[in-house]
């Protein structure tokens, strides 16, 4: 199989026009670029138009370095915010966990196999647990012991440590503290995994919750994190099926299996830019 | 394929104790019964167990309608709480609907293939909508229309007309009114779907609402009606897939699907002798 | 909600090049059409490259009757096979059954809630047994029973009907024949359902199959028919999980509903035009 | 929570006849041990009655390293085969790998959490590549090259390598080698991950010939070993949506999400001794 070439990526979204589709094509046609992948998606209620293009550098006659600047003129007239992304590039990640090791190992053991597109630079923990781990991986771990008093202080030098290591995306792979609104000012991408199928059983213990409630299904949620607990954008869900045989151990065991699955996704899924965010949703074209 | 002989079905819970798997099937045992489906649970956190056991009546000693009365004196002394049923009786049904007719036709067209082991005989419904449709499958329809003021009065002329008929038990295929908590008085098991994985989405519009969330997921749950508005014991559940490209009447359309699956296969658990309620949960022996 | 306004849908594929989603999203750009829905994919493998594009003739420069010649040679300089479809248009469907009633009843009640875009005008069998189904729904029932002898007359008045009668898509809803080859001359389009997730269990008496083996799922498969029994394009699949409590009769139970939904879930996205066949595969634009 | 006593668990079949449940909860009952799960299928076609039990050893009459004695007349007199097996045992294992390594970091994973109900004591491959893996994870590795000459002998070593460390249980975590017929004469008992949901799909490649198929599921199938290549007994199966956006590396990637976990499931399934082999299938008492 030969290695395919590298490609850009535009995902946009604008307020919904007549020739939003012509523009963005001709402009990559007219610089002689070939679309190799092409979605596109019109909210109709909130007359909000949301595209992603991918076309080949390959015989492109912008040069990398000038494309974003090129563009810019054409989305300002549509009105559109955009980003455009190249295929060879690496993000850098930090994986935040607590003591629970299932999605840690899980997202490390992807790096190892190479099937993360990007870099997972740090791993981040109130704990020192799961340092042992971080180590057999060789991925430096740093602990920030988290208490009430400490909160702020600690979240602050989490901060300069991701932006000294130009941390793009924040994993929050079974991490047990809720971060503080501040967090969120420093415009950091951050995804948890919620132990539950989302909008049933938010915040804690679902499991326990689950079986109380004698549901025949469980689930799990990937979402981007905001300030409001467990109501940010979802990114991927996934269910599994419970009976009364399964004891809540039973369901936290199973539930280890969709919570390692459905992160991972998110996470590919964020990495090959295939998701866009929109309002509270998130338009996932794959 | 040989017309299967029939069978007699016990259902029971009980304090946990030793013995208790003995004590019963030395019952069906001594009096010469072949059990051919056995199944049984225990509860540690409630100290509760749960069993159905299947026989053959065919070779069984005891003459079928003494049976109840043989087995009571056992039961008593576990202080087990018990029903026995036999696989040739044929309960009857009452299907409640309002306007939407796709778990309506669903139901009548199990009926219609021999697929219910039981008798649908009378649909009421608050509005005259799908009357054609009960007649096209030879049903009887009697029409009540609710409102506020006449809400208490019809639902006693209901449930005349449901004793009146032997029926025993109501599903609720979308009817879209909230029985009162006198009905529930009557002893009557009603079955209700509702279109949404609850507990997530409880009450009213849940596809909007699902929608609105951006979840990935969508689904409809099946349960036992209790005076607390979809709390009851959940049957069954089931879950579809959607995602941004789905409006509210795709997840409407593909929620149909889910809901009158589910409701049927939660009316079939229950007449099959395969549910147990407990507390606010259910056993389903399948 | 208003009424959706008439689009017209163009479903497409060709030799991929550059400039094709520039030059089909000019076409309808300069004659004033708004883009509502765009899907596209490209197989690199085979270098073909499809696309499914609808757009709003309200405001559309183009008569909607001239539209396909307009287009015509836009396609034709693509080297372009490609249909053109609006979505008020009612196709006319003609089932096909032998004795099994689920998946007709179920279509015939999708038609009577109004959930199928296009019209269920004949039922055709070669046994009379679900005559009373179709005259119930007030469809027109014709009988034709087969035999090796006949077969081929048969078919060919078969086709005479389906002809007098516009139908544009047999749907075969357990139709426990075997179309002879002179059949697919007449370029007639034929949806099956297949009991099994095809490949596992071609041809006849997949779940006693299934249950031989011990299967832990089992599935139903809507295909496009071809010459090549159980060979053809695959439309849409589903499966659901079975185990060792489930008899060959609890399988045929299960198999019925997913039978049922898969064939409809076919139905539905060929009528929306969102199934583009190509080779022996099929694109579907959900 | 406190720590669950041990338990003793009889997995048996039969040829069914009347009072099997009777004798055998009597022969706990008698001896003082109370039953905490139950579980029993008859296989009315093949004439066999299987059951699992699993009682508390507190409280028990007989001394542990009794029970199997002292329970024999019992199973011969009911022509059982069965095996007793206690909940604190630890069984050994060795994983079988060539090099693909997801499977193997899920499996070692599950082992570092605690998770899986016996010791992973061995990895064996055929190449070097997984090496630095295994010792990551603190597990002797050992290196059998294979070749069409060297099969039969380095077979032998391998046997031997098991038999000295007393494993239990081979897992072929994406082992990509054949074992021959003489292996299976050891008694050794060995699981296999094949990805496909078979029957579909045996032999090589089953992701491109998926993806040549245009199948719109693919899944992944955990079974017993057996001289015949893909046939022996099914454990687990778990399938994934694809549909024509999914190339062949992505149904690779998606699979292998699928692979790992049906293959720790069955695993799982096996360890709890919660897998009853039978004919050419398996009743999965879960």
């Not at 971060?179 to 420093?186: A, I, R, Y």
């Not at 199928?197 to 679902?206: C, D, E, I, S, V």
């Not at 099926?241 to 809540?248: E, G």
């Not at 039973?250 to 830019?273: F, P, Q, S, T, W």
Request: with cysteine; charged share 25%.
């Amino acid at each position: 199989m030969p290695k395919p070439s590298v490609r850009a990526v535009l995902l946009a979204c604008a307020p919904d026009q007549r020739g939003l589709v012509a523009k963005l094509s001709h402009f990559i046609y007219t610089h002689g670029g070939n679309i190799v992948d092409a979605d596109q998606h019109t909210d109709h209620e909130a007359g909000i138009f949301a595209t992603r293009l991918e076309w080949e550098l390959d015989g492109f006659l912008l040069p990398r370095e000038t494309i974003r600047d090129r563009f810019a003129p054409v989305g300002d007239a549509l009105r559109m915010q955009w980003s455009i992304h190249f295929t060879d590039e690496r993000p850098r990640l930090a994986i935040w966990v607590s003591k629970q090791e299932h999605c840690l190992i899980d997202l490390l053991g992807r790096q190892r196999s190479g099937d993360i597109r990007g870099s997972i630079d740090l791993v981040i923990s109130n704990h020192q647990t799961l340092q042992p781990i971080a180590e057999q991986f060789q991925v430096a771990f740093h602990h920030f012991p988290i208490d009430t008093a400490s909160k702020h202080s600690q979240e602050e030098k989490e901060l300069q440590l991701l932006r000294a290591h130009n941390i793009e995306l924040v994993v929050l792979a079974k991490y047990m503290q809720i971060l503080s609104p501040d967090f969120f000012k420093s415009g950091m991408q951050v995804i948890n995994i919620h132990h539950s199928f989302l909008p049933a059983f938010p915040g804690a213990q679902p499991y326990h919750r689950a079986f109380t409630r004698g549901v025949k299904i469980i689930g799990a949620t990937a979402h981007y994190v905001t300030q409001d607990l467990d109501e940010g954008p979802i990114i991927d869900q996934d269910v599994s099926r419970v009976s009364h045989r399964d004891s809540v151990e039973d369901m936290v065991r199973k539930g280890k299996d969709l919570e390692k699955i459905v992160l991972a996704r998110a996470v590919y899924l964020h990495l090959e830019r295939r998701v866009l965010i929109y309002g509270n949703k998130t338009i996932v074209f794959d």
